[in-house]
């Protein structure tokens, strides 16, 4: 395992620590409204949903696709990964 500066660990604890209070600050926003605005509550879902979705396409799937490629051979195993990529949306949905 590799070793670590002091830099790079006060970074990534002041990430994960922004990270935690984001969350905090915004369950603590939702408490003081008065009146929920659906609309905006949908374009925010959306738009998390959105972006998951892309999270898994751009960072997943090339991997599953890989591993899936090794296993089945290149077309099997591209097709393998697509309809359980697309399948598990539909499931969700």
């Known amino acids: 395992m590799g070793e ?3 830099n790079e660990i006060l970074f990534a604890f002041g990430l ?5 209070l ?6 603590v926003l ?4 008065k009146r929920t605005n ?3 509550l949908s374009l925010a879902l959306g ?11 751009v960072e ?13 051979g290149p077309s099997e195993g591209f097709w393998l990964t697509t309809v359980a ?3 598990g949306i539909l499931l969700i949905a």
């Open 4 to 6: 670590f500066t002091w």
């Open 16 to 20: 994960t620590m922004f990270a935690g």
């Open 22 to 27: 984001s969350t905090g600050i915004g369950s």
């Open 30 to 33: 939702a408490f003081f409204t």
């Open 38 to 40: 659906t609309r905006f």
């Open 47 to 57: 738009f998390s949903a959105g972006v998951m979705i892309y999270v898994s396409f």
């Open 60 to 72: 997943i799937f090339p991997k599953a696709r890989a591993e899936l490629v090794a296993e089945y």
């Open 85 to 87: 990529f697309f399948g």
